[in-house]
C-alpha cells in the first residue's frame, strides 16, 4: 500500500488522523485486564530484539534495531515502504536470520529464531500477502493453525489412535471457537479462495489465533480491505488482545488505525528505528513528522507511507 505524502497533503493526514484516533479511543474508554498488567510493567517481555542487524546486498533493511513486546500491548511496527517492518516480522518469525543481534522469545534466546518450531514457542503470525490454503474450506483452514498442538505423531494419527481423534477433536473445537469469535460461522464451509478479500483476512486471523498464541505477530491485518472492513478488522484485533490476552506485533499503515489501536509505536525509516513511544509521543516526534511528510533525503523526491 502506498499513500504519498506531500507537505501539505501529509499535515492533512495526521489531523484527520488524530480526529479518527481521537474517536477510536473514545470508543475504547473502558479497556480491560491487559492494561493493568502494563500499568504494573511486571511482566518480563514476551519479545525482545537486540541489535538486529539484516541487510540484503548491500542495503540495510534492518540496522541495529532494539525493541521490545510486553505482556498484553498492542505494539505497532509502521514506517514508510521498505522500511524494513516485514523483515522484522519474518526475523521474529525464523524466515528470516538476522546477520546481526539476538531475539528474545519470552526467557529464550535465538540468534536465529527455529522457523518449524515457531508455535510451539507461542508464536503466530499473518501475513503481508494471504497464505491461506484457498481450495479448502474456512474450518480447515483455521484448524491448520492448531497442528502445533498436536502431540500425536503421523504414524499415529494414521493408525487414528484414541489421542490422535482426541486431539483432532480438540482442534476442531478450538477453531469452531474462534470462527464464532470472529463471526465467520456463516463461511466456514466455504472455500477460503472465493471469499471476498476483508473476509480472507479475518480467516487468516482466526488461523493465527487458533492455538491461542501467547504473541502474535500480524503484517498488514487491515490492507487492502474497505473502510467498514478496516473498522471491524481492528475491532477483532482489539478483542483478540483482550480476550484471548495475547500480545500483538502489527504492522499497519493506516496511522488513525494504529494511533487509536496502539499501546506503543515503534516507527521505522530506512532500517533504522527512529521513533518508539505511546501514540502521543510518537505523533509528536519531529523525525517522524519528517518522515510522514516527506521530507527528502538526498537523491530523493518522495516517500510512499
Ligand atoms: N527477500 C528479500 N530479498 C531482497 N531484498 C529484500 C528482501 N526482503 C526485503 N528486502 C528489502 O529490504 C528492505 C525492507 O523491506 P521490507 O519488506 O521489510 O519493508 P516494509 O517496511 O515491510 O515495506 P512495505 O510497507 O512495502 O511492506 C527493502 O529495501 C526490500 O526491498
Ligand atoms: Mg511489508
Not at 40 to 54: D, I, K, M, Q
Not at 100 to 120: D, Q
Not at 123 to 138: D, E, S, Y
Request: hydrophobic share 45%; glycine share 10%.
Amino acid at each position: 500500500m502506498s499513500l504519498v505524502a506531500t507537505t501539505g497533503a501529509g499535515a492533512i493526514i495526521l489531523a484527520r488522523t488524530q480526529e479518527r484516533a481521537a474517536a477510536v479511543r473514545e470508543a475504547d474508554a473502558a479497556r480491560p485486564a491487559a492494561e493493568a498488567t502494563l500499568v504494573a510493567g511486571v511482566a518480563e517481555p514476551v519479545l525482545r530484539l537486540e541489535s538486529v542487524c539484516l541487510s540484503f546486498g548491500g542495503i540495510a533493511a534492518l540496522d541495529g534495531i532494539d525493541l521490545t513486546v510486553r505482556q498484553g500491548e498492542i505494539r505497532a511496527i509502521i514506517g514508510p515502504n521498505g522500511a524494513g517492518k516485514s523483515s522484522l516480522l519474518n526475523i521474529v518469525s525464523g524466515l528470516y536470520r538476522p546477520d546481526r543481534g539476538v531475539v528474545w522469545l519470552a526467557r529464550e534466546r535465538f540468534t536465529h529464531v527455529p522457523t518449524t518450531r515457531l508455535a510451539a514457542h507461542g508464536v503466530a503470525r499473518t501475513f503481508q500477502n494471504l497464505a491461506l490454503f484457498k481450495g479448502l474450506p474456512v474450518l480447515d483452514n483455521v484448524i491448520m493453525g492448531f497442528v502445533h498442538r498436536r502431540s500425536a505423531g503421523f504414524v499415529r494419527q494414521m493408525l487414528s489412535t484414541r489421542e490422535a481423534r482426541r486431539e483432532e477433536a480438540e482442534a476442531r473445537a478450538a477453531a469452531e471457537e474462534v470462527i464464532s469469535f470472529l463471526h465467520l460461522g456463516s463461511v466456514k464451509h466455504r472455500l477460503a479462495g472465493g471469499l471476498p478479500y476483508g473476509i480472507q483476512k479475518r480467516v487468516e486471523l482466526a488461523r493465527a489465533l487458533v492455538a491461542r498464541p501467547p504473541l502474535l505477530l500480524l503484517d498488514e491485518p487491515l490492507a487492502g480491505v474497505t473502510l467498514g472492513e478496516k473498522q471491524e478488522l481492528a475491532a477483532h484485533v482489539r478483542n483478540a488482545r483482550d480476550a484471548y490476552g495475547a500480545s500483538i506485533v502489527l504492522i499497519e499503515h493506516d496511522i488513525g488505525v494504529v494511533m487509536g489501536l496502539s499501546d506503543r509505536i515503534a516507527v521505522l525509516d530506512y532500517g533504522r528505528k527512529i521513533a518508539d513511544g505511546t501514540p502521543e509521543e510518537v505523533r509528536s516526534d519531529q523525525a517522524v513528522i519528517d518522515a510522514y511528510l516527506g521530507v527528502t533525503h538526498e537523491g530523493e523526491t518522495e516517500r510512499g507511507i
